[in-house]
């Protein structure tokens, strides 16, 4: 018989798992009879949402019309640090109705952070590393001196999570090397799958009762890996490359062999950073998507079928789910869509 694996016996599975390895596995009848009865809002450091959706604060994926468009659709927008308009919307606030949170660098003026405080928005401090004593320091500081909600990130696992709670992170990017052009794991060797890193920071978060957001960051392809996310623990999914090359995403549409582009490219990449600075990022071209509702539509579809399935009414049940199988690869290949 198949054995089916809790959430406990998959953080302690001999291998390190990513989404394309696990599967939920629904066990019960489910009283849900249309999509419509279940409930995909949460709230989430102080923000009501009406889907678990967090856009990263890549320069190709988060500038304040995405922002703007994601806060109209119940979602969060974190406008990349990069953004040129954004020292002209923190001084005065136009058009900055649907901005709830901003990305910053080790190295931000203390009158960005300020300003931040004063608009009342969510501040993630951006960087490749949690683990890291600057960060940490960066983190207290700030935490000293004003009100705010702070996002850090990136961890692989749950061991420093106290220190993080200790020095004022109100929630935390989960993920390493998991993203689309990411090639951290690659140049470094550092890294694990998504579901594992998930599972050792959420049950850090259980044994030592820590008020911390989790935030799958990386590796997040369809609607499917949402609906694992949230029931490995998650509180909300971080999306780079779903969004990416929406209409609402930074950058010019391309035209190249008759087809429609946009850029993406990864945070560290040679684009964003200095040319004798390490490289941690790629660029691609993703074909044009047009409007990002279309993705968070079928996103939100995808998210309430698999509540469906799983006979669970709200965010808070998925999260209780305690039924995942692990699978081969010839498994996963067969649930593929054939062409």
Not at 19 to 41: C, G, N
Not at 48 to 53: G, K, M, R, W
Not at 183 to 206: C, H, K, M, P
Not at 263 to 284: L, P
Request: hydrophobic share 40%; net charge neutral; aromatic share 6%.
């Amino acid at each position: 018989m198949m054995k089916v694996y809790s959430k406990s016996e998959l953080n302690s599975y001999h291998l390190s798992l990513t989404y394309d390895d696990i599967s939920l596995v629904p066990r019960e009848i489910s009283r849900i009879v249309t999509r419509t009865e279940v409930d995909t809002k949460t709230e989430f450091l102080g923000v009501n949402l009406n889907l678990p959706v967090v856009s990263s604060p890549m320069d190709t994926v988060t500038g304040i019309d995405m922002a703007n468009k994601l806060d109209e659709l119940g979602c969060l927008g974190i406008v990349n640090r990069f953004d040129s308009s954004l020292e002209k919307v923190l001084s005065n606030g136009s058009g900055s109705q649907g901005i709830k949170a901003v990305s910053i660098g080790l190295t931000a003026d203390e009158s960005v952070v300020e300003k931040i405080a004063g608009n009342n928005w969510i501040l993630c401090i951006d960087t490749a590393n949690a683990n890291n004593e600057t960060v940490l320091k960066k983190t207290e500081e700030i935490k000293k001196k004003y009100n705010i909600k702070i996002i850090v990130g990136n961890v692989a696992s749950g061991e420093t999570l106290n220190d993080l709670v200790n020095a004022g992170a109100d929630a935390l990017r989960v993920g390493i090397g998991g993203g689309s052009v990411c090639t951290t794991s690659v140049q470094t060797g550092i890294g694990i799958g998504q579901v594992s890193s998930l599972l050792d920071v959420f049950f850090a978060r259980e044994k030592h009762n820590l008020k911390i957001n989790i935030i799958a960051d990386g590796g997040i392809k369809n609607p499917g890996d949402v609906a694992k996310a949230i029931a490995l623990g998650a509180d909300t999914v971080m999306l780079g490359r779903l969004l990416a090359g929406t209409r609402e995403a930074p950058g010019e549409v391309i035209k190249y062999n008759d087809q429609l582009w946009k850029k993406y490219r990864g945070s560290a990449s040679f684009g964003v950073k200095m040319k004798n600075e390490f490289i941690e990022g790629e660029e691609t071209m993703i074909p044009y998507k047009g409007s990002v509702e279309n993705v968070i539509n079928a996103i939100s579809d995808g998210l309430k079928s698999a509540m469906s399935y799983m006979n669970r009414f709200t965010l808070n049940e998925l999260r209780k789910v305690e039924s995942f199988a692990v699978l081969s690869n010839s498994s996963y290949l067969e649930r593929l869509p054939k062409k």
